[in-house]
């Protein structure tokens, strides 16, 4: 023990037991008490909340299981409550040694008999009760720490397990989705390199047409593939320039437009002639080509997709809506997950990184992007962009 005093609060109604109990640590050669006495076990409580605030804590309660406002083992639980950290000794009569047993079982650290008490005796109980108790804590600390290292080492194993089946799953869509426009390339290659001088002019010209297809189709797909590598990495920025909003979302619907069909209708509406502002261009067209690709897809029996602009004050308010087949809602939360499909799509094609893309350049650029959507009814995505404007701006 330390050669400091040890500060005691012990709770006796009895007040001859009490001067009794002190004049016996004054004997004490080993070590210095400081006691401190109650006739309550309410007053108890009362020290021990003033004791929170003070320099001088106590080290340990001396307890008499037979007080005014409290009998037996009903004063141990709110002690305990009340200061966890600090060791208790009960107290009993000859005639109470169960009861003495079953309050250290509850968590008393020792218990003395009054009429066999020494000074000797009761110094040796109140020191060695706070050790045990001081252990008792080093351990449970111990173990808490130890609970939590091997929770935080399970987490990190299943992260790097979901990391490691992610991986497998990237490669094994992007070899999918490199094997399709490959097999078509392969193809048409090898027939016009077999029977090239059977094959009519507009034969020929349908074969390159699909090659290159096929190639864009990869460039794209490499594009996807190194931007998901420079969100993930951190490389992904905002470089913004001055231009106009409305402009270049009617050259990109004009784009799309050239390679839609007639049961396609696309439209554009906006409540401003000119959004001139800072726009990042590369990632405006990841967000919107995406968005408009998968209504175009989505809607395999045509109707319109509606492209909407609306400038506010501080803010634009992008919306892209078609009315395809829409999105199952429980699947809605999940619907920007890298890989992710909804499960209504059956045989139609894509990698589920475009909305994964569309969220992750949103997000660079500043902004935010939600969905709503209906089964057999349609789907529509909001973009939230913050508006700098520049120097001319629609009204």
């Keep these: 023990m330390s050669v400091n005093s040890v500060k005691i609060l012990l709770i006796e109604d009895n007040l001859a037991e009490a001067r009794l109990l002190q004049e016996y640590l004054k004997c004490a050669k080993f070590q210095q008490f400081r006691l401190v006495g109650v006739q309550r076990l309410a007053n108890a409580l009362e020290e021990l909340q003033k004791d929170r605030n003070e320099s001088h804590h106590f080290n340990v309660i001396l307890l008499d299981l037979t007080l005014p406002d409290s009998q037996g083992l009903a004063s141990l639980e709110p002690l305990m409550r009340q200061a966890p950290n600090l060791p208790i000794v009960v107290l009993t009569n000859t005639n109470d040694d169960e009861?003495?047993?079953?309050?250290?079982?509850?968590?008393?650290q020792d218990y003395l008999v009054k009429r066999h008490v020494t000074p000797e005796l009761l110094a040796r109980s109140l020191c060695y009760a706070i050790e045990r108790k001081q252990a008792a804590e080093t351990l449970r600390e111990m173990n808490e720490s130890l609970a939590l290292e091997n929770q935080k080492r399970m987490t990190e194993l299943l992260k790097a397990k979901e990391l490691n089946q992610l991986k497998s799953e990237f490669v094994s869509t992007i070899a999918h989705d490199f094997r399709n426009p490959m097999n078509t390339i392969l193809l048409?290659?090898?027939?016009?390199?077999?029977?090239?001088?059977?094959?009519?002019?507009?034969?020929?010209l349908k074969?390159?047409?699909?090659m290159q297809?096929?190639?864009?189709?990869?460039?794209?797909?490499?594009?996807?593939?190194?931007?998901?590598?420079?969100?993930?990495?951190?490389?992904?920025?905002f470089q913004g320039r001055s231009m106009d909003l409305v402009e270049f979302c009617q050259q990109l619907l004009e784009h799309f437009q050239l390679g839609v069909g007639e049961k396609h209708e696309l439209d554009f509406v906006t409540n401003l002639e000119a959004i001139f502002g800072l726009w990042d261009e590369s990632?405006?067209?990841?967000?919107?080509?995406?968005?408009?690709?998968?209504?175009?897809?989505?809607?395999?029996?045509?109707?319109q997709i509606l492209l909407e602009i609306i400038g506010e004050e501080k803010q634009v308010i992008i919306r892209v809506r078609d009315r395809g087949i829409?999105?199952?809602?429980?699947?809605l939360p999940k619907l920007f997950q890298t890989f992710y499909r909804a499960s209504n799509v059956e045989d139609i094609p894509g990698t589920g990184l475009g909305l994964a893309i569309a969220k992750k350049c949103t997000e660079t650029?500043?902004?935010?992007?939600?969905?709503?959507?209906?089964?057999?009814?349609?789907?529509?995505?909001?973009?939230?962009?913050?508006?700098c404007r520049g120097e001319a701006f629609g009204q």
């Design 99 to 108: 009861l003495a047993i079953e309050a250290v079982r509850l968590g008393a």
């Design 188 to 204: 048409c290659s090898g027939l016009l390199q077999s029977s090239g001088d059977r094959l009519t002019e507009e034969k020929k």
């Design 207 to 210: 074969h390159f047409r699909l």
């Design 213 to 237: 297809s096929a190639i864009k189709n990869m460039a794209q797909l490499l594009d996807e593939v190194s931007l998901m590598s420079q969100s993930d990495s951190g490389r992904l920025e």
């Design 283 to 303: 990632l405006l067209h990841h967000i919107l080509g995406n968005l408009l690709m998968n209504a175009i897809k989505y809607s395999p029996n045509g109707g």
């Design 326 to 331: 829409g999105i199952p809602a429980t699947e």
């Design 365 to 387: 650029h500043g902004g935010t992007i939600s969905v709503e959507s209906e089964l057999g009814i349609g789907t529509t995505f909001t973009v939230t962009l913050p508006w």
